[in-house]
């Protein structure tokens, strides 16, 4: 059994990942903005980098999850907060983890990091590009490096869209095509790198376990898609159509920068170290990690059994 501390517990990866470590006997430690409630949660503030001395110590390992939602308007402020929540939690704990001695830390980044990249098949080799979401997971990878410097193996897990039965992506698009209005966004020839929730917690445990593998690893399927494909892929699981192309200039005129770095540009991911690892996926295809999730919602059980992995 080992002892994890884990920050960014209450999100959608977080939720699933503590139930899963605890599952294989591992006990976890949750940093928590709030008051601690009972022995398994300690309270830190990563705005201001509080967190007590000793609440690294005999821990084996750190998975750092924490960040604010990029799924709402970026106003100048949530800038400012998706980028400061991202930079100073992985600050603190990059220093915590190296004065306490942690072996591991886990920490998140995402694609994003890549910018818009056409057709390019992107992986850990491939430099950044230009944009908000780039500069971000370039501050928050650097970040590190205090845990780094000190001896601490560092992974930045760059994660693609997760795709959930609950809340995150799925969630803000099932609605749209259950009343028929889901389809293409702008040209839909972008490529989608999405990754199913049960992977995305499966290469957080494997990335525990690898001790020889550091530095950047891209944390998708080993499938993306184009955003069109993804988007039929959906429909024809829901029953639905997916003829309703939402032009570049609406997603804009909505969703402002958004629209631009997350839901028109294009992330052709390959997963080149979680390959060389011979990491195994659950669910490489869109379509099986889609008819797993919908039937977990109890929403599709029109053509297909239960693929069973335990997440919630
Ligand atoms: N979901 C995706 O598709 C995706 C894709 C690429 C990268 N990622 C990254 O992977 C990580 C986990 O993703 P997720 O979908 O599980 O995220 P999530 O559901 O949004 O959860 C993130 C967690 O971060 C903490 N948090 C929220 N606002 C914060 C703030 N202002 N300051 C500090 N902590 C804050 C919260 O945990 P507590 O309340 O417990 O502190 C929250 O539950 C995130 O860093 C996310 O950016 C996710």
Redesign the pocket.
């Known amino acids: 059994m080992s002892n994890i501390v884990l ?8 939720t699933a990942l503590t139930k899963s470590l605890e599952l294989q006997g591992h006990q976890v430690i949750r940093l ?2 709030r008051p601690a409630n009972g022995p398994n949660e300690l309270t830190w503030n ?1 705005t201001t980098g509080t967190i007590a001395p000793d609440a690294l110590t005999n821990c084996d390992a750190v998975v750092n ?6 799924s709402s308007r970026w106003t100048n402020p949530r800038k400012k ?1 998706i980028v400061e ?2 930079i100073l ?1 992985t600050q603190c704990l990059a220093e915590q983890c190296a004065r306490s001695n942690v072996p591991v830390l886990i920490n ?1 980044s ?1 694609i994003g990091i890549y910018g818009n990249r056409a057709d390019e098949i992107l992986d850990e080799t491939s430099p950044p590009g230009v944009g908000f979401l780039t500069d971000t997971c370039m501050g928050w990878e650097h970040a590190l490096d205090p845990a780094r410097s000190g001896g601490v193996r560092t992974v930045s897990c760059r ?4 795709l959930a039965p609950k ?3 799925l969630a803000r698009l099932k609605p749209l095509f259950d009343f028929g209005l889901g389809g293409p966004l702008g040209t839909g020839l972008q490529w989608v790198s999405w990754i199913h929730l049960a992977d995305a917690v499966g290469a957080v445990e494997h990335l525990l376990a690898q001790n020889a593998t550091e530095g950047a690893v891209v944390v998708t399927s080993p499938n993306p898609v184009r955003q069109a494909q993804f988007a039929k892929t959906l429909a024809n699981r829901l029953h639905r159509p997916s003829w309703i192309r939402t032009s570049a200039w609406i997603l804009r005129l909505f969703a402002g920068q958004m629209a631009d770095e997350l839901l028109l540009t294009s992330q052709r991911c390959h997963p080149a170290k979680l390959c060389a690892t011979d990491f195994v996926w659950k669910f490489p295809e869109l379509d099986l990690a889609f008819q797993d999730l919908l039937n977990r919602q109890g929403l599709s059980g029109k053509d297909g059994s239960m693929i069973s992995v335990p997440l919630e």
């Open positions: 920050a960014g517990s209450s999100g959608i990866l977080g928590v903005r990563p999850l924490a960040g604010e939602s990029i907060r929540s991202r939690s998140a995402a994660f693609g869209m997760i809340g995150g992506a």
